[in-house]
């Protein structure tokens, strides 16, 4: 089998994901009425990176909010931007937290960077209260394959991605054992023009970093070529998978 790639490095790469990332509005939106997150909730990002989703998800709710990530440059980052949400070094596998403090903690485009993710859901788990909820976005094997622009001019990425991504079947047992109920699958999808590649000649997505020189170089003359006849079509597509701390512990 082919070995899994190596990690990330995110101190590396914070300064141009804070530069070119942004939240997907449709995700933010999902978080916020799926969970019903209003002024009175606190809200988790793990993971927050830059602050993109926590800092919008405030912004939509005025829930209080805190974010965490282990990276440093990450967290600086996120700092710069504004003072409301509490921003803080830590680990998706050891929330530093007290028992039934959240109404909601989520992550975005993180669960493959986690390498504990049973003790993450179990500590999601004793983190939320009774009836709150914790969501999962990230990329179904479906939504790998079918990635725009990534996997149209970069091929390459898929078959790396499908040995980073955790399957949702996995996900899905992991939160189960880790006593959620309700886990449910949501699609959410944002369609955009591409006029400024600049990203992908920087390579601000992680995988274009694991993938060889040759590929990347051909996959960028491609896009290089088709961005001079015109914008290139983009589609922001993730799966939320969501679930329920129970009111009640269930009888064994
Ligand atoms: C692709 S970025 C996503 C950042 C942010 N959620 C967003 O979508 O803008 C992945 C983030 O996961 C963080 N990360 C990596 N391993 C982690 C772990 N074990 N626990 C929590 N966060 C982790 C990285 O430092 C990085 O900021």
Known sequence: ?????????????????????????????????HSEAGPASRVLEVGCGTGNYILALHGASGSACWGIDPSAEMLAQAHARQGSVAFRAGTAEGLDFPDAFFDLVFTVD???????????????????RAGGRVCTATDSERIIRLRQPLAVYF????????????AIAELRRLMQDAGFAEVAEDVVEFAYDLTDIQAYRDRVFSVLHLIPEAAFQRGLARMEDDLRRGPIRGLSRYLLLWGRKPWRTPMR
């Open 155 to 166: 091929p390459e990425t898929i078959e790396i991605e499908l040995r980073r991504y955790p």
């Open 1 to 33: 089998m082919a070995p899994i790639p190596p990690p990330v490095d995110y101190n590396r790469l914070a300064a141009d994901y804070a530069r070119f990332r942004t939240a997907n509005p449709q995700i933010v939106r999902a978080l916020v009425e």
């Open 110 to 128: 993180v669960i493959h960077h986690v390498g504990d993710r049973a003790a993450y859901f179990q500590e999601a788990h004793r983190v939320l």
